[in-house]
């Protein structure tokens, strides 16, 4: 990497970001397109998130992606959200464009791009989510927005459950059910997409696995896992050995992070650059 006066600054931002794989898989991409960009981790404080993004402005970044925990509130100190960013309700992704901040939410559009990649249809099905938190979010919205029937999601607390699926009202057809219920379970009988969007099953804890009754889905039943650390987590070993078909969170993971920097660069990202990058950071984390 070479930096100079004409090099294009990105990065993260989010309390804390030590632990993210972003810069390495980013600068690897930028270098492999041979783009004069650096990606860097910057650690924001939530009580300074106003004056962060007004500096990123007026310091002449190119853009950013947005973490935990700024991904809401980073929306009031944003000129415009895009409808992806607006549906989730959560900016992942920031755009500066002459003096304009814009807000995308590419973590939706990049779980619906790795269902694409492995040809699975959305349209008219049913989906079961495992887990009510932020991922969710954009899985839920992405799924309805891409003509899902029906979404239900399960989650430890029924009452949790129920009031996340009640948040989607006006955008589809959710449900929401502690995940224990009789209700819950018969409802894997018509799931035709299932996905985990809890960290159960995530490195360290990788002999973790949310426990399912596996002979009520049908075979034709994707299952999907958000982890991408492991590749392949327990519950998805299971699936395979259920004879579904399996779809992890490695490329969710990068089609957000490539949607990302298309936004940034307007250049095609170098896919399996980001991914070669993605399996060496693991390797090398164990
Ligand atoms: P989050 O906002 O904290 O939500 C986590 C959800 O999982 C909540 O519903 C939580 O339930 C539930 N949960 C947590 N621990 C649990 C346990 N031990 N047993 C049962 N349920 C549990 O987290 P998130 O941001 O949505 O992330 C969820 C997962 O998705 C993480 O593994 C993350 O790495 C992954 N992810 C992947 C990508 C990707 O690009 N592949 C992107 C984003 C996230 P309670 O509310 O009851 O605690």
Not at 163 to 186: E, R, V
Request: proline share 3%.
């Amino acid at each position: 990497m070479n930096i100079n006066g004409k090099t294009k600054a990105v990065g993260l931002i989010g309390w804390p970001v030590e632990h993210t794989m972003s810069p390495l898989i980013q600068n690897a991409a930028f270098e492999a397109a041979g783009l004069d960009y650096v990606y860097i981790p910057l650690a924001v404080r939530p009580d300074q998130l106003g004056q962060a993004v007004a500096g990123l402005r007026s310091l002449g970044f190119a853009g950013v992606n947005v973490t935990v925990p700024h991904k809401v509130n980073v929306m009031d100190h944003i000129d415009c959200v895009q409808r992806s960013a607006e549906l989730v309700g959560a900016v992942n992704t920031i755009v500066f464009t002459d003096g304009q901040a814009t807000g995308y939410n590419t973590d939706m559009d990049g779980f619906i791009q790795s269902l694409k990649n492995e040809k699975v249809v959305i349209k008219g099905k049913k989906a079961v989510l495992l887990g009510a938190g932020g991922a969710a979010r954009a899985v839920v919205c992405g799924l309805l927005e891409h003509g899902a029937n029906e979404v239900l999601i399960g989650a430890r607390d029924g009452q949790k459950a129920q009031l996340f699926a009640a948040s989607f009202a006006g955008i589809g057809q959710t449900i929401g059910h502690s995940w224990y219920d009789d209700d819950f379970t018969n409802s894997l009988l018509e799931c035709d997409i299932l996905v985990n969007c809890t960290p159960v099953g995530m490195y360290p804890q990788v002999n973790d696995e949310v426990s399912l009754v596996w002979d009520k889905l049908q075979p034709t039943c994707v299952v999907c896992d958000l982890i991408y650390n492991p590749a392949t987590t327990k519950f998805l070993e299971r699936a395979r050995r259920e004879g579904h078909k399996t779809v992890g969170g490695a490329a969710m993971l990068i089609e957000q992070g490539a949607l990302a920097f298309e936004l940034w660069t307007g250049i095609s990202a170098p896919r399996d650059v980001m991914y070669k990058k993605l399996a060496e950071v693991i390797a090398a984390k164990r």
